[in-house]
């Protein structure tokens, strides 16, 4: 599957903040300056339009969750065929793919490193190995570390790293068997207001 292989602090810079896509074991603190927009006039932000503002939020949502374009846009035309609010459904599809479902456990400390781990078959999804990113996880599915895999350091730094972020409501964890379970689906309202899922609704609608 094609993904984005460039450098990460220039997407954050571009965003004008940190996407926390640098992968680390240390405190989580900022890795990226993304204070200045990359290029020779980063430094002259113009004034942005409506276009400009949707835009924006589409492309923050893409580099997030590190989707391109082709695939973001397949959430939405599912989702705009979904009953319900359609940017709380792009939401939820995309809160319960599997990559993304291995980042909020704290087994991976970015998405792009859990990613790696469901490719290379490290992760189980009630107990049968799943090495498809995009897998949509349905509610009360078990998510757990392939049993070999467990001793691997980077997933052991990733649960120390991950014990400074908040807890998600819709998925429980247990530590000692590094595994956990979607408990429900996620509403747009536990989300960062951020991610104004509205704004890239409006901006495919048109």
């Keep these: 599957m094609a993904r984005y292989i460039g450098p990460k602090c220039k ?3 571009r965003e004008g903040k940190d996407l926390f896509l640098k992968s680390g074991v240390r405190a989580l603190e900022s ?6 927009a990359p290029g020779q006039h980063g430094s002259r932000r113009a004034k942005i339009t409506d276009f400009g503002t949707q835009l924006r939020a589409k492309q923050r949502l893409k580099r997030i969750y590190g989707l391109l374009e082709n695939q973001f846009k397949k959430y939405y035309t599912k989702a705009a065929k979904t009953k319900g609010s359609t940017g709380e459904v792009i939401l939820q599809n995309l809160e319960c793919r599997l990559d993304n479902a291995v980042y909020r456990l704290g087994l991976a400390s970015t998405r792009s490193e859990a990613r790696q781990l469901v490719g290379h078959k490290s992760i189980l999804v009630n107990g049968n190995v799943v090495n498809i990113p995009s897998y949509k996880l349905l509610v009360n599915d078990i998510v757990s570390v392939r049993e070999k895999a ?8 990733s649960i120390e790293l991950s014990q400074q972020k908040e807890d998600v409501d819709w ?26 899922i509205q704004l890239v609704v409006e901006l495919y609608s048109k």
């Design 11 to 13: 997407l954050a810079r």
């Design 31 to 36: 890795k990226c300056k993304s204070d200045v």
């Design 171 to 196: 998925m429980s964890f247990n530590k000692s068997e590094m595994s956990g379970k979607l408990i429900r689906l996620p509403e747009e309202a536990d989300l960062p207001s951020d991610y104004n």
């Design 150 to 157: 467990k001793k691997q350091q980077r997933i052991a730094a």
